[in-house]
């Protein structure tokens, strides 16, 4: 019968065997760490040893904790660079607290100088490794898979059987095997050498070039993004200035001149809401018609903007981000003349777009005795009113509009130079009107409903027109192309590190003492797994099938060709 059989590797090879030399080397491009001989490093070695350690994967592992641990303080804790009004808050809240936060940079983390530290520390860390892992690599894929080791029974998976065909016949059979399930394969003596997986290294070095286009990225859009705010009424229009916004930030390198060049008019919000179920009030539509125009000269466009659907000009991205409601509000004095009239916009307060804001008239106006006053309003509106609850509105939608106005006269304070909301009433130098009881005037108009001012102080018409406003942000965000890039590469390429598994395999045919060939066939993959046994049994099965086992010379011709197809399993204690 002939010998066909898978064979263990010895456990404990006697002294003087080779291991595995070139065969187990290189598997991977990490680069070997060896022990520094603290005694007698000098300045050279230990600069030598803190690049190495640097430049470690451990290292890089590492800072990249530190950076996602260095990141939330800037979430929890409110930036400077992204709403100074609740820096300012939280500092007036906790006394003893900020002054700790300030010395620590918690304030503005992202532009710190520790945070910074660790964000260059990982610079370099990733690039030291990656461009001695990339020429290394590079030199792999030009050389050739390494011999044969000179007994492949120390391999963790072994198979051999005997055959009566040619050595060369063999090699060739299976150097064409190999390339067919696309090894990289080559004759090297008396066996054949082959390698597969190279895509495992590619993509753990595009995982962490992946990185550095992600870090970088990230820092260049950090300095020269810009993002700003404006609130646009029906019939408004917007011009892309930085006077033109109401609140703006930018990255430490921008410039003015940095903004695209566009301008847009609001035609008309539509706002559509589900009338009835679970879901009642819930926004169905939101969109805004817009005219639009590119650069001083350019051709008026017409465009929507929906949720989710900006508007791209050059790097600028125009979103709908809000929608509330402007009433437009008439205001005469007593002598009838028009000292105001705007559509008055307001802010909401909830889900049914119950809103509040402030009516100012600063200029204009006189009152009974002729003298020069400044009049403020506050007002709160409700699209859908119902009787008995006028603390909000039942629906966003007008279907019962009202505004309650509660009146004040005097100084609104905008004449001393300091800024103030336009939402907000600074009623410190203002004086209520009082009816003829002795109460505050406060009143409920409806559409086309006046109220009148105590004293002969004039009327405050609630026109039957209420426009719609729509809060727009403009977001100028340099390199998130790159940073999706750099994300999708990155996933990609840890997917490849992850689960392709860099083996190699030889097959070593040689003419035996009694003249019969020896196939002897083994496999050696990075890491233990059963796809190397698995894989080297599938092809073992298929070149057995083209050499098969020969007979031996004191069995039955009939009991050879009963002779099983050889099955590799891994053996145990096998070397890695």
């Not at 090879?13 to 760490?33: F, R, W, Y």
């Not at 539509?285 to 929507?304: L, N, P, Q």
């Not at 859908?384 to 509009?401: D, I, R, W």
């Not at 405050?460 to 100028?476: D, P």
């Amino acid at each position: 019968m002939s010998e066909t059989k898978t064979s263990a590797p010895d456990s404990t090879p006697a002294a003087g065997d080779e291991d595995l030399g070139a065969a187990g080397s290189q598997l991977s491009t990490a680069p070997a760490e060896d022990a520094p001989n603290l005694p007698s490093l000098g300045v050279i070695g230990w600069a030598r040893w803190f690049w190495r350690q640097l430049t470690s994967m451990r290292v890089a592992l590492l800072l990249l904790l530190l950076l996602s641990l260095g990141a939330i303080p800037g979430s929890l804790i409110p930036q400077t660079g992204i709403d100074e009004t609740k820096v300012a808050e939280f500092r007036k809240a906790h006394e003893t607290l900020a002054p700790i936060y300030d010395k620590l940079g918690l304030f503005n983390v992202y532009s710190s100088v520790w945070f910074s530290a660790i964000y260059i520390l990982l610079f370099v860390s990733l690039i030291g490794c990656i461009v001695p892992r990339t020429w290394q690599f590079v030199g792999q894929l030009r050389g050739r898979p390494p011999g044969a080791p000179k007994r492949l029974t120390r391999l963790p998976a072994y198979a051999t059987w005997r055959t009566e065909a040619e050595p060369e016949q063999v090699r060739e059979a299976a150097l064409a095997l190999l390339k067919k399930r696309r090894f990289r394969a080559h004759l090297t003596g008396d066996a054949v050498a082959a390698e597969k997986g190279y895509l495992r290294e590619v993509g753990n070095l595009a995982f962490h070039i992946a990185l550095i286009v992600m870090l970088t990225a990230f820092a260049w859009g950090q300095l020269f993004k810009s993002e700003g705010n404006k609130l646009v009424v029906e019939g408004d229009g917007f011009s892309n200035t930085l006077t033109q916004y109401d609140d703006f930030k930018s990255g430490s390198l921008f410039t003015q001149d940095d903004l695209d060049p566009f301008s847009f008019n609001l035609k008309n919000f539509t706002g559509t809401y589900e009338a009835s179920g679970p879901n009642k009030g819930t926004p169905r539509i939101y969109k805004a018609d817009i005219s639009y125009s590119v650069g001083a000269d350019g051709k008026d466009e017409k465009t929507t903007i929906k949720v989710n659907e900006p508007l791209e000009i050059g790097d600028s991205k125009v979103y709908l981000v809000s929608h509330g409601y402007a009433p437009v509000i008439t205001i005469r004095d007593g002598k009838g003349n028009i000292v105001y009239r705007d559509a008055v916009p307001l802010l909401p307060l909830d889900g049914n777009v119950t809103s509040t804001g402030a009516i100012k008239v600063m200029d204009g106006y006189r009152n009974a005795k002729g003298e020069r006053e400044q009049l403020g309003f506050q007002a709160f509106f409700l699209p859908s009113y119902v009787k008995g609850n006028e603390l909000a509105s039942q629906f966003p939608a007008l279907l019962n509009p009202v505004i309650n106005l509660e009146a004040y006269h005097g100084d609104l304070g905008v004449d001393a130079g300091i800024p103030q909301s336009v939402y907000q009433l600074n009623k410190k130098n203002l004086k209520g009107f009082k009816d003829a009881k002795g109460a505050q005037v406060r009143e409920n108009l409806k559409p086309g409903e006046s109220m009148k001012l105590p004293n002969g102080a004039g009327t405050v018409t609630f026109e039957k027109e209420i426009k719609e406003w729509a809060g727009f942000q403009v977001a100028r965000q340099p390199g998130s192309g790159w940073a999706l890039a750099g994300s999708l590469a990155a996933i990609f390429g840890l997917a490849a590190s992850l689960f392709i598994q860099r083996r190699r395999v030889w097959v070593r045919a040689a003419t035996g003492s009694d003249g019969v060939t020896v196939v002897e066939m083994a496999g050696l993959g990075r890491s233990e797994s059963a796809k190397v046994p698995e894989e080297l049994g599938d092809l073992a099965g298929i070149l057995y099938e083209q050499a098969p086992g020969a007979p031996d010379a004191e069995d039955d011709p009939a009991e050879s060709e009963a002779s099983p197809d050889p099955q590799v399993v891994p053996a145990e204690g096998a070397e890695k």
